[in-house]
């Protein structure tokens, strides 16, 4: 309508970035040799940052890429391998920080915790 392109409330909220833990960005952290994570980046400093709540992504299916994974997450939860959340991981060689929507967010929690 109008050159506007109106977005049904409930696809808007759920497209919407994620926060939570006292109102950091959740997201998800490439690094150059130590892997993907998801949590919440409490800070940053160059290629360097601090990772709350945070989830290694060793592997996941029904996502093209960590990009995909950001805004869609995964259609398989129950191929992919997450380990268990930790309280806090410094991260360096950060190569990218990539904002993770709200449904993607929900979408790592569902994961079952991989482990041997």
Do not use: H
């Not at 190569?95 to 790592?108: G, M, W």
Request: proline fraction near 6%.
């Amino acid at each position: 309508m109008d050159g506007v392109e109106y977005i049904p409330k409930s696809e808007a909220i759920i497209n919407k970035p994620a926060t939570s833990l006292k109102g950091l960005p959740y997201v998800i952290v490439r690094t150059y040799s130590a892997g993907v994570f998801a949590g919440y980046l409490k800070s940053r400093k160059g290629q360097e940052g601090t990772i709350l709540n945070a989830r290694r992504l060793w592997y996941w299916k029904g996502a093209a890429s960590i990009s995909q994974l950001a805004v869609d997450g995964v259609s398989s939860p129950d191929e992919c391998k997450f380990p268990c959340e930790v309280p806090q991981v410094e991260l360096t060689q950060i190569i990218e920080i990539i904002s993770v929507s709200k449904k993607a967010q929900e979408s790592i929690a569902s994961v079952p915790i991989w482990k041997k």
